[in-house]
């Protein structure tokens, strides 16, 4: 009785200590105005890419609205169904503006959703092996080994013969190649961490394993893999777009913004710009507010960052 | 020591074993190679006789235990493609991404490493700013595009550099070499640039991190204290523990380098070993795709070995953990 | 490493020299950049284009093809017919780059060298089967007897080098690396081989046909089209094949360089299963698989025909190197019917589905290659694009080729997009393989992927391929075509048209076989 007490009081006390330093790092994030423009775009781009079907003048993805008569216009065209092409047309006679809404939904989708997952199972495998140690982290450790020698590509294209081509296939693809990268970054970092006091500490209060790993590991690990974690929904954005590339990747008639680019670089030396420029300057945006946000996410978590301003 | 040596080395003669076996089996999902390289013959008594000149007609596991037997004796099989061993293929082309890797490397060094540790030691200066924002933009577009615009940059608009390909070779050790001399090395500086871009804005972040990590540790601050001179606390103190994590991301991205540099020497039609994965997929050269995986695993294999080399001695809080590894 | 730097230094500070170099050396040296790197410089070891092209560097065939694949002399001066299973050549008095004479005994070892090949997917050994005796006369004539009357011997023996059989006995393939081998009686000879880099070669001061065009000759692979482009743009090289269409309208207008355009012999098309009785790709408007294939309908395969716009596709998306076509050969060949002509008539393939019973259409599953073709993966999307305006609803897989064998070996190909060369120049080779009733005994319809059968049209070819009369045997192929070109067992596209582009001053002779080397080239007068 006495024991949950206590351990409800404790949880309670850990929530509004967790609201505290959310609003904290919140505070110091607005601090930064090129990180609160980098918000600003990426929620833009968030929105354009939920409303994508919505806003679209044209469904890009429907060939019943595609006609090749349309194909190659320069910005501003009209389309022979009407619609004005401000951004100009592909090489199929899509719309680029529509091509490229609809390609957002797509690299967001692919980007954040295989982070999200290869840095669950890396973190958790990366932290576990540090801890414990011994046969568990060789093995761990040797399978990562194995994972990182298979070439991407050969693990698409095995996925791509078995399956077919789809955006789920490219996201399971990514995480297959990606998860172990993130294991061994985050045993390297994990392993600096588990020699620091405050591990001892929480050890010689008798806090179960996993507790010393994620409540008090995971956290100190943080910043590592939120760096790592930035850098690698780009990655995983130009991945994907580099598997379009080599032909792997989504269907080509639901092009991500990488496709697009792809599609449109064979036009790039005869001045056909717009058909590989502005599905590249939409990724660049939309990797670089991507990194703005995490890398002041970076600067604001970090644990001693408040102690170093006094 | 020794017993740490020992057991990883045989760990990773059991990473090798796994791979191959993996890989051997999952080619078959690939295609069948006498389809796709006699997709112009008519003829079926030339396919059945192919078919049973390449082994292809005995049972999967039969074909197993062959190739296992002939990888023994260092044997990987015949290239279909190319007619000869599918190791010295590879080893053909070797040396061209080795050269395109290290000079990646060395710029991402020399370039990323001092950026990096000095944005991260001066970390609220616009010097952080600077380097830190420009970083982004190294790894915001994919390579494909970063080597087209420099192609059409330097090689169309300027002719200053060649547009694709490789240089001219000598030979040296039984291996063909391009940057030996100056018209070489105009081949491989483009597509090293390509991708030296990112392997530099990598560095700068991870190397600025971890400076910053290190620079708020006690024994720094108690050095301060204590009076030692700043540069010295630099030099000794921080460089040699920001360094450690440098270094694991460097030997891991070389690895990445030799092994995933496809898309790059794709857009620079630059023969080396992303090049020859990608067509060997393609053609189903069997041979080639699982000696291929045999040689990036065991590169794989030996960077992770050095790197945990490197930590145990650069770290030695860690040696006693790294030894029970 | 700090010597690299060093050099890396220096080659930076250089830039502007080597800018300011001729950038295309002496008149008479030519640097080509080239699509398909050779796997191997032994020209017996597998049948790639990429492979015989090269190949015609330095050797000689019996027959050569000319730029429009007719037949004529290469090291055969002449040859003759003796009797319906034995022909007779006359060799060239000529030598090897090495210097010794070229003998029938070096013919009779070409002929025989593929089948000791073991190590090949691909195996030459097509082209030497129909050959049952060799004969050597003397030292410049040789009697070949085939198995029964064989038509088509000159095109199969016009893909087998001759080689120095002094030269590469007992060689492998793999000994052909270091160059050793590489012995023949064409125009250029080895000088370097870097494998997926470069070829050097000089010329051979031995050749029959006079003194060789160019002293020096550079081959550079260059397999990414802008790479290629740029290195003809910037002056890398003075040369290339395969100019890519997106490229090819400014290249026209730029008069620093000539283009050469021909149409090759490479036909595209589509595979349509009408021979099995459900078919795995082709379901109702909801979903739910067909009971009957609907491509068994003729109805439905003249409307597919009729769906497709080809000059749209030619115009739109190949710049017009794609020639439209409903033949199954170009119009120099045995077999092509003037009046198969391509028609483009939605409303009539709306009329013609409705009236075998679909009026709503039906879903189809369309796979087509993406590193194949040119713009193999533009033009699929455009073919799925005009059959669902006429209602057939197609979703595409757009996979390289290993993907579409594979799918194909499960039986789960409905509709394909792929190509087919004519290198015999009449109509019975693509007919053999694509349209015949499967037959592995004759070795017919082993790429009959739609499972078309037609008896009747089979035995009509079988007896057109026993005429040793020209004009009989052209009769029997046209009857042939025309129940191809009303029941379409398969839809043709069109033929590809090959490029080639070089700096002023050089002369191309453009052919229609897609085979490039040094010999099409010359200085311009």
């Not at chain 1, 010689?204 to 910043?223: D, E, I, K, T, Y």
């Not at chain 2, 070499?177 to 560095?203: C, D, N, Q, R």
């Not at chain 2, 990608?278 to 065991?298: E, G, H, K, L």
């Amino acid at each position: 009785m006495t024991l949950q007490t206590s351990a409800s009081a404790l949880g309670s006390h850990q929530r509004s200590r967790f609201l505290q330093r959310m609003r904290k790092i919140f505070r110091a994030f607005i601090r930064s105005p090129l990180a609160v423009f980098g918000v600003i775009l990426l929620l833009a781009f968030i929105v354009l890419a939920l409303f994508a079907p919505q806003i679209s003048p044209q469904n890009p993805y429907d060939l019943d609205t595609l006609d090749i008569m349309d194909n190659m216009l320069p910005p501003g065209s009209e389309l022979g169904t009407g619609i004005t092409a401000w951004l100009g047309t592909d090489d199929q006679g899509r719309d680029l503006l529509s091509a490229i809404l609809h390609g957002l939904r797509i690299s967001i989708v692919v980007g954040v959703v295989s982070v999200f997952i290869s840095c669950i199972i890396g973190a958790t495998v990366g932290i576990g092996c540090a801890y414990l140690g011994g046969r568990v982290d060789t093995i761990a450790m040797r399978i990562v080994d194995l994972q990182l020698a298979f070439p991407t590509i050969l693990i698409a294209l095995m996925l791509l013969s078995v399956f077919g081509r789809g955006v789920d296939k490219v996201i399971i693809a990514l995480v297959t190649v990606q998860w172990a990268y993130y294991a061994r970054m985050m045993r390297g970092v994990a392993l600096v961490e588990r020699e620091k006091e405050y591990v001892d500490a929480a050890i010689s209060f008798g806090a179960p394993q996993w507790r010393v790993m994620f409540r008090h590991l995971l956290p100190n690990c943080l910043p590592a893999l939120i760096v790592i974690a930035t850098i690698h929904i780009a990655n995983a954005i130009s991945l994907e777009a580099t598997m379009s590339f080599l032909g792997v990747g989504v269907p080509v008639t639901e092009p991500s913004l990488g496709m697009l680019i792809a599609n449109g670089y064979g036009y790039l030396l005869s001045g056909k710009y717009w058909i590989s420029m502005f599905p590249g300057i939409a990724l660049l945006l939309l990797v670089f507010s991507i990194n703005l946000v995490g890398d002041r996410l970076r600067e604001v978590t970090d644990p001693y960052s408040h102690s170093n301003a006094h | 020591m020794i017993s740490f040596l020992l057991r990883r080395v045989l760990g990773g003669f059991a990473v090798l074993y796994v791979t191959v076996t993996l890989v051997f089996f999952s080619v078959f999902v690939l295609g069948n190679p006498v389809d796709v390289l006699m997709s112009n013959t008519t003829d079926p008594a030339e396919r059945e006789a192919a078919i049973i000149r390449l082994g292809l007609d005995r049972p999967v596991l039969e074909q197993y235990f062959h190739f296992l037997w002939n990888a023994a004796h260092g044997d990987l099989g015949n290239s279909f493609v190319y007619g000869k061993p599918a190791m010295s293929v590879i080893f053909e082309r070797l040396p061209a991404t080795l050269e395109l890797a290290i000079i990646a490397i060395i710029a991402s060094i020399l370039i990323g490493i001092p950026l990096g540790l000095t944005a991260g030691l001066k970390h609220r200066s616009a010097f952080n700013k600077i380097v830190m924002t420009g970083s982004i933009f190294g790894f915001s577009l994919p390579y494909f595009w970063v080597g087209l615009m420099l192609i059409s940059v330097f090689a169309v608009q300027l002719h200053w550099l060649p547009s694709g390909g490789r240089g001219p070779t000598t030979s040296f050790l039984g291996l063909n070499w391009s940057i030996t001399s100056l018209e070489g090395l105009t081949y491989v500086l483009l597509p090293a640039v390509t991708l030296a871009l990112y392997k530099i804005s990598l560095i700068i972040r991870i190397s600025e991190t971890s400076a910053r990590n290190v620079n708020r540790q006690d024994y720094i601050r108690t050095a301060h204290a204590r009076g030692v001179p700043p540069a010295r606390i630099v030099a000794v103190h921080i460089l040699k523990n920001a360094i450690l994590p440098v270094i694991t991301v460097l030997g891991i991205e070389f690895g990445t380098i030799i092994a995933y540099s496809v898309s790059v020497e794709t857009v620079f039609s630059y023969p080396g070993m992303g090049k020859l994965l990608i067509d060997s997929v393609i053609n189903t050269d069997r041979p080639v795709i699982i000696a291929y995986v045999c040689m990036t695993s065991f590169i794989f294999v030996t960077t992770n070995f050095l790197v945990d080399l490197l930590y145990a001695i650069l770290d030695p809080r860690i040696r006693h953990s790294v030894s029970g590894a | 490493m700090g010597n690299i730097l060093k050099q890396t230094i220096s080659a930076l500070a250089l830039f502007g020299a080597l800018a300011a170099y001729p950038a295309t050396g002496q008149a008479a040296d030519l640097k080509l950049g080239l699509m398909a790197p050779a796997t191997t410089l032994d020209p017996h070891f597998t049948n790639a284009g990429q492979n015989l092209a090269l190949a015609t560097n330095f050797f000689d065939t019996l027959v050569r093809t000319d730029t429009d694949g007719k037949f004529v002399p290469g090291l055969a001066e002449s040859w003759r017919i003796v009797d319906d299973e034995t022909w007779e050549f006359k060799l060239r008095d000529t030598t090897f780059s090495d210097g010794s004479p070229l003998t029938a005994e070096d013919v009779v070892w070409s002929i025989e060298r593929p089948a000791t090949i073991t190590s090949s997917t691909a195996s030459l050994t097509i082209y030497t089967k129909a050959i049952i005796g060799k004969e050597i006369v003397d030292d410049h004539t040789v009697r070949l007897k085939t198995k029964g009357p064989y038509p088509l011997l000159l095109p199969d023996l016009s893909n087998i080098a001759i080689v120095s059989k002094n030269a590469t006995q007992g060689l492998l393939t793999e000994d052909f690396r270091t160059g050793k081998g590489v012995v023949g009686t064409g125009p250029y000879k080895l000088v370097s081989y870097d494998p997926e880099n470069r070829v050097v070669m000089e010329a051979n001061e031995h050749f029959w046909g006079g003194k060789p065009d160019w002293d020096n000759v550079e081959i550079r692979f260059l397999p990414n089209d802008s790479a290629r482009l740029s290195a003809l743009l910037s002056g890398n090289v003075d040369a290339i094949e395969n100019v890519p269409s997106s490229d090819i309208a400014s290249l026209r207008e730029n008069k620093d360089f000539t283009i050469s355009e021909k149409t090759s012999y490479r036909f595209v098309f589509l595979f349509l299963d009408s021979g099995r009785e459900t078919t795995p790709g082709i379901t109702d408007n909801d979903g739910n698989p067909l009971t009957v294939n609907p491509l068994s309908d003729v109805r439905v395969r003249q409307a597919v025909n009729l769906a497709i716009d080809r000059e749209a596709i030619s115009a739109r998306l190949m710049e017009g190197l794609a020639l439209p076509t409903t033949n199954i050969v170009l119009k120099s060949m045995d077999g092509y019917l003037d009046t198969l002509t391509p028609t483009y008539d939605p409303e009539r393939a709306k009329a013609l589905l409705a009236e075998a019973g679909y009026p709503e259409g039906f879903h189809l599953n369309l796979l087509a290659t993406n590193n194949r073709l040119m713009n193999d993966a533009k033009v699929s999307q455009a073919i799925a694009q005009m059959l669902t305006r006429v209602g057939i609803r197609t979703t595409l897989d757009s996979v390289p080729f290993s993907v579409i064998t594979t799918r194909y070996s499960q039986g789960d190909v409905s509709t394909a997009m792929m190509s087919w060369p004519v290198p015999t120049s009449e109509a019975s080779f693509p007919f053999r393989a694509l349209i015949a009733c499967p037959d592995k005994e004759r070795g017919w319809g082993l790429v009959n992927w739609g499972h078309y059968c037609n008896p009747e049209l089979d035995s009509t070819m079988a007896k057109a391929l026993t005429l040793m009369d020209q004009g009989e045997r052209t009769k029997t192929l046209e009857d042939a075509v025309r129940i191809i070109g009303s029941d379409v067992p398969i839809v043709p596209l069109y033929f590809q048209v090959s490029t080639w582009a070089a700096r002023n001053g050089i002369d191309i002779a453009a052919r229609s076989d897609e085979r490039t080397s040094a010999r099409i080239f010359t200085p311009a007068k």
